[in-house]
């Protein structure tokens, strides 16, 4: 839960609303959590057409509120299909087929690279996280990955404990390398900013601050020298129908 | 051809200390009961198979009933982590857990070449993660036709499969339909299996999206009504979310979980079928 914000909205509703705007259309496989109700959000306003897949084999699933798991009943009882777990890896994302993953992560890295499985060492973790689940291909065959992450100096690392999920590797030309055929990410929304990977050093750079946070903040929240990108830019504050449909999904109140 | 005997006995007939066991169910369809009768009947050493280890594993490691876990998420969905799982891997309790730790495409691919009696599954995966540098069973291998490199996990043939289903015939005929996961290829890649179903109907009706697992593929059927909660069976039931928020505390502690366990699998009365 993020601090009150002195705004009519919490940086979380901001966050959520910076990550429904980027999905625009086409298809989005869906994680769970932060991912879900962002991509729910988008939906319920600009994307209606928005195809929602989620690993249980859900396709095209329309919950009228978001569900807590990725395979609540209602997302196989409004789903345009319902496939079984190995044919939704191996026929739908496997072949490129669908257009955006959305991730959400335990830690984050400057070239993109996501961990949710273990802090600290694999054999003596400090805290060990669920683990991959569907990430790692996501990661890599959807057209291109969005990423959605509360912004602090534990999540944003320079480099992560343990690579669960492919951004860019170690930098330019990794991807190719290792056949990686969706583009990675191409936005991580937090909720102080938005970050996108510099076209040639694939390092992610801050390309919006929403309204109230100062790049100094977002800088203290990062682990390694965050870099604004040129016209770095403030992110417009949520409109009163996307924080009313954003409420509208988590009961009224503010997430 | 299966026969539908009572839980208890299925279970003792079926799962064995040492065996590998698979309770497959993807959120939907998880077999807590057939669970449960695993932990009352004391088994010990168990390689436990599951993508999503759930609750369900959760409570079977807390209860000390498994010596490796090979899964591909493991926390409680939407709410946090599974805390009897974190305690056995960071501190070794209530024993140490050996983890065989996959992708889910990694996993449903390894049952998919299971059920088909192939040695391995082939797909596009774990590239350029960390996985493979501490999962043994996740290797490169080049494509003959087109030398393009792809990576290889190797078949999943468990000792025993347990799936829960909507219902079966008087003949073991087993049909499930909503969100289906692995349960068919868990089955049919299993040496024995065990299917507990919500009820056992004179006839099976056509069910849109249904899929049937005949009763020649599949060694038990027992019957064990509400046997998926706090997982659901639709048509059935929903999926109890309430009761997943709440096993968080539960488990977070390990006198509060030993004591929900005695209660509610061990000796209470909400223990008794």
């Not at chain 1, 879900?36 to 989620?54: E, F, G, W």
């Not at chain 1, 040639?200 to 801050?206: A, F, I």
């Not at chain 2, 807590?32 to 959760?58: K, N, S, W």
Request: with cysteine.
């Amino acid at each position: 839960m993020s601090a009150p914000s002195p705004q009519s909205y919490t940086a979380d509703e901001m966050m959520t609303v910076a990550a429904a705007r980027r999905l625009r259309g086409g298809s989005c496989f869906v994680g769970i959590g932060l991912p879900s109700l962002a991509a729910n959000l988008a939906r319920r306003t600009h994307a209606p057409d928005l195809v929602l897949i989620y690993e249980s084999g859900t396709i095209g699933a329309k919950p009228d509120l978001p569900p807590l798991s990725i395979g609540d009943g209602v997302l196989a009882e409004t789903a345009d299909s319902v496939v079984s777990v190995p044919e939704i890896f191996n026929y739908w994302l496997q072949p490129g087929r669908i257009d955006v993953g959305f991730l959400g992560a335990a830690q984050i890295d400057r070239y993109a690279n996501i961990n949710t499985t273990v802090i600290g060492p694999y054999d003596d973790p400090k805290v060990r996280l669920p683990g991959a689940g569907g990430a790692p291909e996501i990661a890599a065959s959807c057209g291109e990955v969005t990423v959605i992450v509360r912004q602090s100096p534990r999540a944003f690392v320079d480099r992560v404990d343990f690579v669960t999920s492919v951004g860019f590797g170690s930098g330019p030309g990794d991807r190719e390398r290792l056949g990686l055929r969706g583009r990675g990410p191409r936005t991580v929304i937090t909720d102080l900013g938005i970050l996108e990977p510099d076209p040639v050093t694939c390092e992610l750079v801050l390309t919006h601050l929403h309204p109230g946070v100062t790049l100094e903040r977002a800088r203290a929240a990062t682990g390694w020298e965050l870099a604004a990108a040129p016209g770095l830019r403030e992110t417009e504050p949520p409109a009163d129908h996307e924080l009313a449909a954003l409420r509208a999904l988590t009961g009224g109140h503010r997430s | 051809m299966a026969t539908v005997i009572p839980l208890a006995e299925a279970v003792a007939n079926l799962v064995h200390d040492g065996d590998s066991v698979a309770l497959e169910g993807f959120t939907h369809l998880i077999p807590y009961a057939a669970g449960h009768e695993i932990i009352r009947q004391g088994r010990r050493d168990l390689t436990l198979i599951r993508m999503t280890p759930d609750l369900i594993y959760d409570q079977l490691v807390g209860m000390g009933c498994a010596r490796r876990l090979v899964f591909s998420w493991g926390g409680n969905p939407g709410v946090g982590s599974l805390h009897r799982f974190r305690d056995a891997v960071q501190n070794h309790w209530p024993a140490p857990l050996e983890v065989e730790e996959h992708s889910h495409a990694g996993i449903a691919n390894a049952y998919a070449a299971g059920a088909s009696g192939l040695p391995f599954a082939v797909l596009r995966g774990y590239r350029g993660t960390d996985l493979p540098a501490h999962t043994a069973t996740v290797k490169p291998i080049t494509c003959p036709f087109t030398g393009e490199e792809l990576t290889a996990v190797p078949a999943i043939n468990p000792d025993v499969a347990i799936v829960h289903a909507q219902r079966a015939d008087r003949h073991g005929n087993v049909q499930l339909w909503g969100i289906t996961g692995v349960q068919k290829e868990a089955v049919l890649a299993a040496r024995r299996s065990l299917v507990t179903v919500e009820e056992v109907v004179d006839e099976l009706e056509p069910h849109p999206g249904a899929v049937t697992l005949p009763g020649w593929v599949i060694t038990h059927v027992s019957e064990a009504p509400g046997g998926s909660h706090p997982s659901y069976s639709a048509g059935y039931s929903v999926r109890d979310n309430d009761f997943y928020q709440a096993w968080d505390a539960i488990a977070r502690d390990r006198e509060s979980f030993l004591a929900w366990m005695d209660e509610h699998v061990l000796t209470g009365e909400a223990a008794r079928p």
